[in-house]
């Protein structure tokens, strides 16, 4: 998983400004999307219980590849959409930075990355599973790690280009550091990858119409369950 | 968490919720901007002070920690002994000479004394806020949309966090960590947190339609009426802005204000 772990100061001021204005866009644009589909009640109280797990998950530590914490980024896009995916995340970010997993300041930084990691997840899985008739486990395999991928990436750039407050590193040096942090980040979210394949199979099997709207299944005898409508 | 909000009684837990929101970004805004490590020393005791005038117990604040610092020093291992400066002690590593410098030991205790100065005041603030408050906080100072999300997974995530740890405890006692290699465990974790998020939903189905038969119309009433800060609460924020100027002239401008002494 990609998730800035740094705590409040660890950026100077105008970054922290920066990001959460950034940030602060892209909800607006988020909170716009979801609006615009009229969302119901239902699908208000399934996102605020999918926050609950998430958040419980993401303190989990689970034994798997010497230690893995995971963050599900991926797994909301694939199953609440992208739009209502990135409001879970920020959601999930102000409760982490509540108990100091992360800081206040950055929770736009975190939203930023976090929301990278949701939309890639959404589309790529709809890529892999409905345009490529992939299975469950290899798409969900697929747009998990290609999303983190990309994510710590970006973790690289965004704490790279704001530079740690108090290091008088290099912007190079810092950055050189901060490869390692990617590197294995990148081994994480392959690891991640695994796990969230089997959840999205095993959701599959025992619920497969909670992933009707991201597959765009049709129900019987009717048309597709929400396909492309997704936000 | 929840449990010392409802139940706690202390000046903390009376003082105006208005005024502990606002005091938290000043707080934040002061630990970015202050560098000096005495300073930050200065913060965290009030902070310190501030949990302990709540009548919170400090075994809490203790585990809690773990978080923050974890992450201090996983992130500044990388750091300290790279920055430059005077060195500590010198030590060889596959070949290559790696030195701790002064420098490094303080980036990872100016790092480590921010953190812990915001994670204690925000948790005393959330530990010393009732639901009914925190609601009204919500609905005042976010869009509609986030602040129901917020309150909704809010009101619900310390029962979800007990449900999971329940599992996993429960897991543990038939051995199931006995289970070994990459696709035992995978399959073993998976189905837990799968389950979890099938449970997830099917609890905000029933919580959807139980909302639209007690006709919910988009936001949460407000029922408890939350006082606004007094002449003290006024006093305690305008105090923290002040601060915040200060920290943001003398670090941003020069030492006009500050260097008088």
Same mark, same amino acid.
């Given at each position: 998983?990609?998730?800035?772990?740094?705590?409040?100061?660890?950026?100077?001021?105008?970054?922290?400004?920066?990001?959460?204005?950034?940030?602060?866009?892209?909800?607006?644009?988020?909170?716009?999307?979801?609006?615009?589909?009229?969302?119901?009640?239902?699908?208000?109280?399934?996102?605020?219980?999918?926050?609950?797990?998430?958040?419980?998950? @993401?303190?989990?530590?689970?034994?798997? @590849? %010497?230690?893995?914490?995971? !963050?599900?980024?991926?797994?909301?896009?694939?199953?609440?959409?992208?739009?209502?995916?990135?409001?879970?995340? @920020?959601?999930?970010?102000?409760?982490?930075?509540?108990? %100091?997993?992360?800081?206040?300041?950055?929770?736009?930084?975190?939203?930023?990355?976090?929301?990278?990691?949701?939309?890639?997840?959404?589309?790529?899985?709809?890529?892999?599973?409905?345009?490529?008739?992939?299975?469950?486990?290899?798409?969900?395999?697929?747009?998990?790690?290609?999303?983190?991928?990309?994510?710590?990436?970006?973790?690289?750039?965004?704490?790279?280009?704001?530079?740690?407050?108090?290091? !008088?590193?290099?912007?190079?040096?810092?950055?050189? !550091?901060?490869?390692?942090?990617?590197?294995?980040?990148?081994?994480?979210?392959?690891?991640?990858?695994?796990?969230?394949?089997?959840?999205?199979?095993?959701?599959?099997?025992?619920?497969?119409?909670?992933?009707?709207?991201?597959?765009?299944?049709?129900?019987?005898?009717?048309?597709?369950?929400?396909?492309?409508?997704?936000? | 968490?929840?449990?010392?909000?409802? $139940? #706690? $009684?202390?000046?903390?837990?009376?003082?105006?919720?208005?005024?502990?929101?606002?005091?938290?970004?000043?707080?934040?805004?002061?630990?970015?901007?202050?560098?000096?490590?005495?300073?930050?020393?200065?913060?965290?005791?009030?902070?310190?002070?501030?949990?302990?005038?709540?009548?919170?117990?400090?075994?809490?604040?203790?585990?809690?920690?773990?978080?923050?610092?974890?992450?201090?020093?996983?992130?500044?291992?990388?750091?300290?002994?790279?920055?430059?400066?005077?060195?500590?002690?010198?030590?060889?590593?596959?070949?290559?000479?790696? *030195?701790?410098?002064?420098?490094?030991?303080?980036?990872?205790?100016?790092?480590?004394?921010?953190?812990?100065?915001?994670?204690?005041?925000?948790?005393?603030?959330?530990?010393?806020?009732?639901?009914?408050?925190?609601?009204?906080?919500?609905?005042?100072?976010?869009?509609?949309?986030?602040?129901?999300?917020?309150?909704?997974?809010?009101? &619900?995530? &310390?029962?979800?966090?007990?449900?999971?740890?329940?599992?996993?405890?429960?897991?543990?006692?038939?051995? #199931? $960590?006995?289970?070994?290699?990459?696709?035992?465990?995978?399959?073993?974790?998976? #189905?837990?947190?799968?389950? *979890? &998020?099938?449970?997830? &939903?099917?609890?905000?189905?029933?919580?959807?339609?139980?909302?639209? *038969?007690? #006709?919910?119309?988009?936001?949460?009433?407000?029922?408890?009426?939350?006082?606004?800060?007094? *002449?003290?609460?006024?006093?305690?924020?305008?105090?923290?802005?002040?601060?915040?100027?200060?920290?943001?002239?003398?670090?941003?401008?020069?030492?006009?204000?500050?260097?008088?002494?």
């Amino acid at each position: 998983m990609a998730h800035i772990h740094l705590e409040d100061g660890g950026l100077a001021i105008q970054w922290v400004v920066l990001w959460n204005i950034v940030a602060v866009l892209l909800l607006a644009l988020a909170m716009y999307l979801f609006r615009r589909t009229k969302p119901s009640t239902r699908k208000l109280a399934i996102a605020a219980m999918c926050i609950a797990v998430g958040f419980a998950v @993401f303190q989990i530590e689970i034994p798997v @590849f %010497g230690g893995l914490h995971v !963050n599900l980024t991926p797994f909301f896009g694939i199953i609440v959409g992208p739009a209502l995916g990135i409001l879970c995340v @920020f959601v999930i970010n102000v409760f982490s930075a509540a108990v %100091g997993h992360g800081g206040w300041g950055m929770i736009g930084a975190n939203t930023i990355v976090n929301a990278v990691e949701v939309v890639i997840g959404y589309y790529l899985y709809r890529v892999l599973k409905v345009r490529l008739s992939q299975g469950r486990f290899e798409s969900a395999f697929g747009a998990t790690s290609v999303a983190l991928a990309v994510s710590a990436v970006l973790v690289v750039l965004i704490v790279g280009i704001s530079g740690i407050q108090g290091s !008088n590193l290099s912007r190079e040096a810092t950055l050189n !550091n901060l490869t390692v942090i990617a590197i294995a980040d990148i081994v994480t979210g392959i690891a991640e990858g695994v796990l969230t394949g089997y959840i999205v199979s095993f959701i599959g099997r025992v619920r497969p119409d909670l992933l009707g709207d991201t597959e765009g299944i049709p129900e019987k005898g009717g048309k597709p369950v929400g396909a492309g409508t997704s936000v | 968490m929840t449990f010392f909000a409802e $139940n #706690g $009684n202390s000046v903390i837990h009376r003082m105006s919720p208005w005024t502990k929101a606002a005091m938290l970004p000043i707080i934040v805004v002061l630990v970015t901007l202050v560098a000096d490590l005495y300073w930050l020393l200065i913060i965290y005791a009030l902070s310190l002070g501030f949990y302990a005038a709540g009548r919170l117990p400090v075994k809490v604040l203790v585990g809690w920690y773990t978080f923050p610092i974890i992450f201090v020093v996983t992130l500044a291992v990388l750091f300290m002994f790279t920055v430059p400066g005077d060195q500590l002690f010198q030590f060889s590593l596959l070949g290559k000479s790696i *030195a701790l410098t002064d420098h490094g030991v303080l980036l990872v205790l100016t790092l480590l004394l921010r953190a812990l100065a915001v994670v204690t005041y925000s948790l005393a603030v959330f530990m010393t806020t009732r639901y009914n408050q925190i609601a009204h906080l919500a609905s005042r100072t976010m869009p509609q949309t986030l602040a129901n999300l917020f309150l909704l997974s809010y009101r &619900f995530m &310390f029962e979800t966090f007990d449900e999971v740890s329940d599992v996993l405890d429960a897991m543990h006692s038939r051995n #199931g $960590n006995l289970a070994k290699g990459v696709s035992r465990q995978g399959r073993l974790y998976a #189905g837990i947190i799968g389950l *979890a &998020f099938v449970h997830a &939903f099917e609890r905000g189905e029933r919580i959807g339609k139980a909302m639209e *038969a007690r #006709g919910w119309t988009g936001s949460f009433p407000v029922v408890e009426k939350v006082m606004m800060p007094g *002449a003290g609460g006024y006093a305690i924020i305008a105090f923290g802005l002040a601060m915040v100027a200060i920290a943001g002239i003398s670090r941003y401008v020069g030492t006009i204000v500050t260097g008088w002494w």
